[in-house]
């Protein structure tokens, strides 16, 4: 057996029963594992399988020919890369819609009430229950459909402007809430900032933070342009309102 490494003289000691090559031997495998512990772990690919149908494109009628008898697909409109796809019931009912490409990849899950033919700005629009949400390319559904509203494309720096029971917020196409849903109304000002309507002709202006940068005093808003917006308070008057919160009074600005 190896004894205990001395501290001091910083030496292993070697049992007599224990050969130089032996030693040697030990020495290798221990490095080994170290090594093989050591490497990096491959990244697990987190991509969701896509479920396909069988069957093949019919290019000269623009269907898919040979779907399985509980699934039934639209035609592709000219040369659109999507459809939609109807899973029905044992009466030929259907019971979900899903989107569908031109290789038979179910692209998005076949469980909604309605969804757009395609996808905005890397997401599709799906209806349940006449709630709206979202689902990826990669057929993630990253938004459980429980908006009212969802602005559908015309993303403004990555940001989708939602609405729930009156009431409207900013999410992130990844689905993660940026603004909350607690304005009386939102737009995206680009450059960062994000109008917000606290009461009728009372915007200011939020970061992507959701901190408030401009107060709630304009009677409109605008989006910025090279950091800075004209606007209008309830006395008449323009302002100049920059992106670092500063306002100054347009005929003082000359």
């Not at 304005?183 to 995206?188: A, L």
Request: hydrophobic share 35%.
């Amino acid at each position: 057996m190896f004894g205990r490494v001395g501290s001091a003289n910083r030496r292993y000691q070697i049992g007599n029963h224990m050969n130089k090559n032996t030693t040697t031997h030990y020495i290798l495998v221990l490095l080994s594992i170290l090594l093989v512990s050591c490497q990096p772990k491959n990244n697990t690919n987190n991509k969701k399988t896509l479920e396909k149908l069988s069957g093949h494109l019919d290019t000269v009628g623009n269907c898919w020919v040979g779907a399985e008898p509980l699934y039934s697909v639209s035609r592709f409109e000219g040369r659109s890369e999507y459809t939609s796809v109807s899973k029905l019931d044992a009466k030929g009912e259907s019971i979900g819609l899903g989107l569908i490409n031109r290789k038979g990849e179910i692209v998005v899950p076949v469980i909604y009430d309605g969804l757009d033919l395609g996808f905005a700005d890397g997401v599709c629009q799906v209806n349940k229950d006449d709630k709206l949400g979202l689902v990826n390319t990669d057929g993630i559904e990253i938004v459980a459909p429980t908006y009212d509203y969802i602005e559908n494309g015309g993303a403004v720096d990555g940001l989708l402007r939602v609405g729930k029971n009156d009431r409207y917020g900013m999410i992130s196409l990844k689905g993660e809430i940026v603004i909350p849903v607690e304005y009386q109304d939102v737009i995206g000002a680009y450059e960062g900032m994000i109008a917000v309507m606290v009461e009728p002709q009372r915007w200011g202006y939020l970061n992507h933070k959701n901190e408030m940068v401009v107060k709630p005093e304009f009677t409109f808003v605008d989006k910025f342009v090279n950091g800075k917006v004209v606007l209008q308070k309830a006395d008449g008057e323009n302002y100049i309102v920059y992106k670092d919160g500063r306002v100054v009074k347009e005929t003082e600005s000359h």
